[in-house]
């Protein structure tokens, strides 16, 4: 049971570039969310999930989109990076019920 | 929006003795409130939750507080160890809709040997 599997751990772009961040889950959970973290500052919440074929946007989707063609996944694609897109990336899932969230580890990008 | 928001960025206690980490929040129709601990280079570690309908909750050597009169929260560390040093989150949510967790921007503690 890997629990949230993230990839890559660390990732530097160029301004313009494109680039897909993986998430993966083993827990069957329905809800997945993808957040983001600036330095210093809590998490802030670019995509979330409900289920299969449902995504909605969070509070800062802008630069980003999501696609959830299977339970296990929930990958986020930055089609073309900016300096400001630079941070810290979570995701995150649970189930139905309950506050058990489960982060990921984390993918630090770096957008220059 | 509503947010959730903290009172002291860094707290430094000394190993041994008691800390206390405050939390503000303003989404009063909110059903739980959690605290996370997020150490360097990792993700939020879960630590406690409260429901909405409680006032105080006890884990080992933790205990978070509610206070709803005046949207506060509070989590209390007792007999504090270096392991506990990282950066801890309040962090609220709702049993209903997208059920995403929103974050306050953090405390961190540190533990003087």
């Known amino acids: 049971n890997a629990g949230v599997t993230q990839t890559p751990k660390f990732r530097i772009l160029k301004i313009g570039q494109s680039m897909t961040l993986q998430c993966t889950q083993d827990?069957?959970?329905?809800?997945m969310y993808w957040y983001r973290q600036d330095p210093g500052m809590g998490l802030k919440l670019i995509y979330y999930?409900?289920?299969?074929?449902?995504?909605d946007k969070g509070e800062v989707p802008n630069g980003y989109n999501v696609s959830r063609s299977t339970t296990e996944d929930f990958p986020l694609r930055l089609e073309l990076a900016a300096p400001s897109q630079t941070s810290v990336y979570f995701c995150?899932?649970?189930?139905?019920?309950?506050?058990?969230?489960?982060f990921g580890s984390g993918t630090r990008l770096t957008v220059v | 929006g509503e947010s959730v928001g903290l009172h002291l960025p860094t707290l430094s206690v000394q190993e041994g003795d008691n800390s206390i980490i405050n939390c503000a929040y303003s989404?009063?129709?909110?059903?739980?409130f959690i605290w996370y601990k997020q150490e360097s280079g990792k993700g939020p570690q879960f630590i406690i939750d409260?429901?909405?309908?409680?006032d105080k909750r006890q884990g080992q050597r933790v205990t978070v507080l509610l206070n709803k009169t005046v949207k506060h929260l509070s989590l209390q560390i007792a007999a504090t160890q270096p392991g506990d040093s990282a950066v801890y989150f309040c962090?609220?949510?709702?049993?209903?809709?997208?059920?995403?967790?929103?974050f306050g921007s953090g405390t961190r503690l540190q533990v003087q040997p």
């Open positions: 995150a899932s649970t189930k139905a019920g309950g506050v058990g969230y489960t």
């Open positions: 827990m069957n959970h329905n809800y």
């Open positions: 999930s409900v289920g299969a074929g449902i995504t």
């Open positions: 989404n009063s129709a909110s059903d739980y």
């Open positions: 409260i429901r909405s309908n409680m």
């Open positions: 962090a609220e949510t709702s049993e209903t809709g997208r059920r995403a967790l929103t």
